[in-house]
């Protein structure tokens, strides 16, 4: 078998993307009043197409930066354009598992046609929704990791990650996308004119510039701008896709998607609409024979950078999705959430702007430059995300802790299995994680804490 190391996961080699020349369809920007809109909203959205405009300019066009331009067009006054460093955007990766938690951002953040497109492509198994997890040796079913009391549409679901990346597209409305652009500085000018304050100047690779009022750092693991060291994991997740056809004839295929669990080490394969997805170790004999079946494999680095802290600086910039927590790809949340975490970011700061934009601006020569109070939606933005993310980081060193105390077993079998069992646990407050209520709850509170000066516009 080829066993293929594939590039760095933002530099994305495939001939299935979307490309450069097929930009996605028009249609009209939703307001933020359509009835998919989950919260009460606070005005009539009537867009002045110049004055005032928020110009957002978003760093990447991976899950994070297609997810946040398709919703963030839906603001009133805003100009998105994302700026994405490849030719077009194309597969990485073979399989995306959107949980729960990003099933709940995605449904309050997609048209209904982009959600119905997203369920079409969800593949949630035949008999169980959730994953089976197995013995890695036996493929005995120990656990079966299903959200209790969910939907079976909002149950999590599998799909090639170029399907996830098409659906968001479909939000995106034509022109926002410019491709080749790849940002090497981005710094804060101020202005001389104390109404126009200060703005972000973005940095090409071919040397040209261009200025944003807020910059959306969407730019992956090794993101540009806040410069952190990713390091190598010393381990690689071994992902492919193969036509159904391929694997078909393997006797005892479950049609379940099923994860094999080992000290630390994971096997996962999964059905997809249209094809069947692998990562592997080489335990259990049927993932021997899945093994010989496929034609090559693709060899993915796991890396990890440390957490910054903070998601915003110079109240100008935010971080969203691996940019923003750099838990180690895959292994983000101890099972592959790193875009659900990702959705629920663009959605916590989707509302913040959202609930500072004011539909009564006048764009006065007295006036703020923009109907948005950009440093008081960061604000709350971080607020609502940065607790939470801390506590994923301390849940994978905990999950860590388990691993080696069930891996101190041995080669005993007994004890292996009491230990896996007493430990082994499914993290449904990360997986099932609620993004709106937590923004509620942050909002709630903050208006009633920011300063003054900055409540005044708001
Ligand atoms: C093997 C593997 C399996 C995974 N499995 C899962 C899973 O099952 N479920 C899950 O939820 N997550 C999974 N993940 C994690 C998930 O893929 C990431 O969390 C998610 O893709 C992050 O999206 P992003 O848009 O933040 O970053 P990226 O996908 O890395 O996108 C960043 C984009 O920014 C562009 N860019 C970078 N720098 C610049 C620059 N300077 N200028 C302009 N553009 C730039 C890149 O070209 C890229 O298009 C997996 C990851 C890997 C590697």
Redesign the pocket.
Known sequence: MAHREAAA????NSTSGLQKSNPVSSKPILHPTSAFYPINSAYEATPSPHHGRLRIAI???????ASAAGSFARLPNVQVTV????DA?RE????????VS?MKSLSRMLSPDSLDALQSVLYRGENVDGINHRHWRTGEILTTAISPHTHRQMQEG?CT?VELHRVLMKDVPDGTFVYG????QVEKVNKSNEREGSEMKLHFLDNSTECADLVIA???????VPNAKVRYLGRV?Y?HVVPWETVQHIKGLPTDTSSWRRNGEVAFMSPLVGGYSFTCMDWDPLINKVLEALPNMEA?PLEAASWLGNLVYDDMVAF????AHHFG??T?GGG???????FADVRALYLSLWRTYDPRYNPSPTASKTPYNVPYALHLYNETRRYFLKRVERQIGYDRLDTMYIAAAGDDEVEWMRRYRERFTINWFILEDEVDAKWQEVEAEERHHWPKKFKASI
């Open positions: 996961s933002r530099n994305i760093i990447g066009g991976g899950l994070a930066g700026y994405e460093q490849s955007i990485v990766g073979a399989l995306i598992g959107v949980m990003g599998r990650r652009k790849k940002v090497v969407a730019d992956g693991l090794y993101s540009y997740s992902r993915y969203v999705g691996d940019a790809k895959a983000a592959g959430v790193g875009s659900s975490l990702a």
